[in-house]
């Protein structure tokens, strides 16, 4: 089964308003990785947080992350046409030496 | 700078062939992952080196598949003979850490159909 499973899996929102996935995880973990990913294009690494983290800003994206209810949030404000991607976290179970992606968030912004 | 470089970007074969992805590297990363992403699996871990050395390959389908590292500059991701349910998205990404869980860069994907 996923590591990491994103919630909700399409939204679609209007260009300018905030868009907000959630993704949930089930181990305990060292860190917790988002990624966006282009139509027909590779995954690209957008932040990390590590667990000791709380909170964490790149730009227009704010991660958050919960240890207790192993669950984190991305966070994209004043959205723009360009943000149209599919968002992936990503996690690695303590001890496991690989990354678990989960099935992603396809975000589209109207224009 | 150039980033992961994947080859070919799209493979159409028949089934029974055996198809050969190629990976560079970002220079001077130490780990290198390949992945496939598929519809109904999403994304997967196949393998991944470590300063050119196996180290995790308990995603690899099967026998068929066979994944090397010759040097720090390239690797091959081969599948013989290969199947209609091989066809996917294959990525390779680079990391310039050890261990498998800080940030990777993705190459663009070969897109494989196996008719």
């Known amino acids: 089964s996923q590591q990491g499973e994103e919630d909700p899996q399409a939204l679609s929102i209007q260009e300018g308003e905030n868009a907000t996935m959630n993704c949930s995880y089930k181990t305990s973990i060292n860190n917790l990785q988002w990624y966006r990913q282009n139509s027909g294009r590779g995954l690209v690494h957008l932040i990390l947080?590590?667990?000791?983290?709380r909170e964490k800003h790149s730009g227009r994206l704010r991660v958050t992350l919960d240890t207790s209810k192993k669950s984190s949030s991305l966070l994209i404000t004043a959205s723009r046409a360009a943000d149209t991607a599919s968002y992936f976290c990503a996690t690695d179970a303590s001890g496991a030496q690989k990354l678990v992606f989960g099935q992603g968030t396809r975000l589209t912004i109207n224009p | 700078d150039a980033g992961v470089i994947q080859s070919p970007r799209h493979e159409v074969t028949e089934m029974g062939q055996e198809v050969t992805l190629r990976c560079k590297p970002i220079?001077?990363?130490?780990?290198l992952f390949w992945y496939r992403q598929t519809m109904m699996r999403g994304l997967e871990l196949l393998i991944y080196f470590n300063n050119n050395v196996p180290i995790d390959d308990s995603g690899m389908p099967e026998d068929r598949f066979s994944a090397k590292m010759p040097n720090a500059s390239f690797s091959t991701l081969k599948i013989q003979p290969s199947e209609p349910r091989d066809s996917a998205v294959y990525f390779c990404?680079?990391?310039?850490?050890?261990?498998?869980?800080?940030?990777?860069?993705f190459g663009p994907g070969t897109r494989l159909t196996v008719l």
């Open positions: 947080i590590r667990s000791n983290e």
């Open positions: 990404a680079s990391s310039p850490w050890e261990g498998a869980y800080n940030e990777q860069f």
């Open positions: 220079s001077g990363h130490n780990s």
